[in-house]
C-alpha cells in the first residue's frame, strides 16, 4: 500500500493570501489526483496531477486559482490562490498504488484550512 | 446537482447487529461502485466495491448491494463492531480504472458497545 504525508495538516490563512500543500507518498506512483472536502459537502476531484506537464483540471476549477505541480512520481504540490473564506475546506491528495487487489486509490490524511 | 446522495447523514447501531447504509444515484451511465471509511483526522480508506455486471460483492463482514434498475447501492456490515465507527462514503465512476470518482456526502456511523 502507499503512504501519504501532507504538509501543514492545518492552517489558518488570511483572505486574500495563498497557501501550498505539499504531497509526499513512499513509493512511485502513476496516478495523483487533489480532492477538495468543503463542510458538510462531499469530495470532490480538483484536478489530475501530470508528472512533467499541466494538471488536468475538472470543471469549475482553474489553474490560476489552484496551480499544481509534480515534478517526480513521489511528490506534488497544491496551491490555493488568493484564498477566500470560501475555500475552507479540507483538501486531500489521493494516489493509485498497488494494494493486496490490484490497483487502488489511496488518500492522504488531508490538510484542514481555514480561510478568515 | 448532487449525483451521488446518502441520505442518512448518521446511523447508530447496537455492537453485534447488522448496520446497513444506504446510496443512491442518478446517473445511469455509473458502472462501478466503491465504499470507503473514514476516521477522523485521517484520509478514507477503501473498503469494498462493485461493478454492474454484479448486484452482490462479500469482503468478510462486509457486502455490497447493488440494485441497477433503482439506482440504490448499500453496505451490510455484520455483525457490526465498536472500531466501525467512522463515516462512509459511498462513490461511483462511469468506468473503473479511471479513478474519477462522484462521492457522496458520508454516513457517520457508530457502533454502540
Known amino acids: 500500500s502507499a503512504v501519504i504525508s501532507q504538509k501543514p495538516s492545518r492552517d489558518i490563512c488570511q483572505r486574500g493570501t495563498s497557501l501550498t500543500i505539499q504531497c509526499q507518498v513512499d513509493s512511485q506512483v502513476t496516478m495523483m489526483f487533489w480532492y477538495r472536502q468543503q463542510p458538510g459537502q462531499s469530495l470532490t476531484l480538483i484536478a489530475t496531477?501530470?508528472?512533467?506537464?499541466?494538471?488536468?483540471?475538472e470543471s469549475g476549477f482553474v489553474i490560476d486559482k489552484f496551480p499544481i505541480s509534480r515534478p517526480n512520481l513521489t511528490f506534488s504540490t497544491l496551491t490555493v490562490s488568493n484564498m477566500s473564506p470560501e475555500d475552507s475546506s479540507i483538501y486531500l491528495c489521493?494516489?493509485?498504488?498497488?494494494?493486496?487487489?490490484?490497483?487502488?486509490?489511496?488518500f492522504g490524511p488531508g490538510t484542514r484550512l481555514l480561510v478568515l | 446537482d448532487q449525483q451521488v446522495k446518502q441520505n442518512s447523514p448518521s446511523l447508530s447501531v447496537q455492537e453485534g447487529r447488522i448496520s446497513i447504509l444506504n446510496c443512491d444515484y442518478t446517473n445511469s451511465m455509473f458502472d462501478y461502485f466503491l465504499w470507503y471509511k473514514k476516521y477522523p483526522a485521517e484520509g478514507p480508506t477503501f473498503l469494498i466495491s462493485?461493478?454492474?455486471?454484479?448486484d452482490k460483492n462479500e469482503d468478510g463482514r462486509f457486502t455490497v448491494f447493488l440494485n441497477k434498475s433503482a439506482k440504490h447501492l448499500s453496505l451490510h456490515i455484520v455483525p457490526s463492531q465498536p472500531g466501525d465507527s467512522a463515516v462512509y462514503f459511498c462513490?461511483?465512476?462511469?468506468?473503473?480504472?479511471?479513478?474519477?470518482?462522484?462521492f457522496g456526502t458520508g454516513t457517520r456511523l457508530k457502533v454502540l458497545a
Open positions: 489521493s494516489v493509485v498504488g498497488l494494494g493486496g487487489g490490484g490497483e487502488t486509490q489511496y
Open positions: 496531477a501530470n508528472q512533467g506537464s499541466e494538471a488536468t483540471y
Open positions: 462493485i461493478s454492474s455486471i454484479k
Open positions: 462513490a461511483a465512476s462511469e468506468a473503473s480504472g479511471t479513478y474519477k470518482y462522484i
